[in-house]
């Protein structure tokens, strides 16, 4: 049996992560063996919700507990931490909870209350579980762990510059995490969406080209985690763009991002 760690259930993407690893008899890493339904642990704020991705989880075959404990609150968030380790580390961990925020439709700008709040949950809630995790994995030498970032980790996107640079330091954070824990035998992986049909996506302005279904993103992040994989990007015409504006000259990234429709105030 194979447990898993979820935050962020009862959004698009985490849903179909769970749905995907209930439906797998063991979640498809060395970990796990076949024949025996997965356990997972799903986190969520809302209790509805979570209860009903539980609920059909638990349908497919899955053993399934739920937290609802405040991933701000470090004193909550490390003994709830504590707890999964015992008596050994979670086998995966996706730490998958976000939000988006952006600069509005007349290009004001982002309120600093707004951007706070999504650089605690996108950013520092990712480092403070891998900083608790990474030991406790190092220690067991076992354990995976997934962190989310987001293609617009690669070149900051001027409608949404807080996003950005939470989803850059997370890519940064897991890289890192990465050479640290492998000698280790514990794997990281840092997935870095395009745009995936969600509350978030739909929310954000600017066009979304090569829109995937949560369903489809869940079953690559999930073959990417079983591989162990350092990054896992798609849809591939947008990660290899993305990638381009990272290693060109500035000036010429920030061009193409205006000729793509993504500069200040073309929205
Ligand atoms: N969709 C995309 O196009 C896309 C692209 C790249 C990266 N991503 C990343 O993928 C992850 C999942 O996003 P999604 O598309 O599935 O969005 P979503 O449907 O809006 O789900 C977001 C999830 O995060 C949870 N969350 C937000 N703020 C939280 C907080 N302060 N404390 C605890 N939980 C919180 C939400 O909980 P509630 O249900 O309680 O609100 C929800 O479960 C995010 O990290 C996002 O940045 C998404």
Redesign the pocket.
């Known amino acids: 049996m194979t447990r898993i760690v979820i935050?962020?259930?009862?959004?698009?993407?985490?849903t179909a992560l769970a749905r995907h690893y209930a439906s797998q008899g063991s979640a498809g890493s060395s970990q796990g063996s076949a024949g025996q339904g997965n356990q997972l642990i799903l986190?969520?704020?809302?209790t509805d919700?979570l209860e009903q991705v539980a609920e059909a989880c638990r349908r497919r075959g899955a053993s399934v507990e739920t937290s609802q404990v405040?991933?701000?609150d470090d004193d909550a968030l490390f003994g709830w931490l504590d707890s999964l380790c015992e008596p050994t580390p979670p086998d995966i961990v996706i730490v998958?909870?976000?939000?988006?925020i952006n600069i509005g439709e007349d290009g004001r700008g982002e309120s600093w209350d707004d951007a706070s709040?999504l650089l605690?949950?996108?950013l520092r809630?990712p480092m403070a579980m891998g900083n608790f995790l990474g030991k406790r994995m190092r220690a067991a030498k076992r354990g995976q762990l997934v962190l989310?970032?987001?293609?617009?980790g690669y070149h900051g996107l001027p409608v949404t510059p807080s996003?950005s640079a939470s989803?850059a330091g997370v890519k940064a954070y897991g890289e890192a995490l990465r050479g640290w824990l492998a000698p280790h035998g514990v794997g990281v992986s840092v997935?870095?969406?395009?745009?995936?049909?969600?509350?978030?996506?739909h929310e954000?302005p600017g066009p979304k080209p090569f829109l995937w279904q949560?369903e489809r993103a869940a079953k690559r992040i999930a073959d990417g985690i079983a591989r162990n994989r350092a990054r896992i990007s798609f849809p591939f015409p947008l990660n290899f763009g993305c990638w381009w504006l990272a290693v060109l000259p500035a000036a010429v990234s920030q061009r193409l991002l205006k000729w793509f429709d993504y500069g200040e105030g073309t929205h």
Do not use: E, F
């Open positions: 935050t962020g259930a009862t959004g698009a993407i985490g986190h969520g704020r809302r919700v405040d991933l701000n998958n909870a976000g939000m988006n709040r605690q949950i996108n809630v989310m970032s987001s293609l617009a996003y989803k997935v870095m969406p395009g745009y995936v049909s969600s509350k978030m996506c954000m949560p």
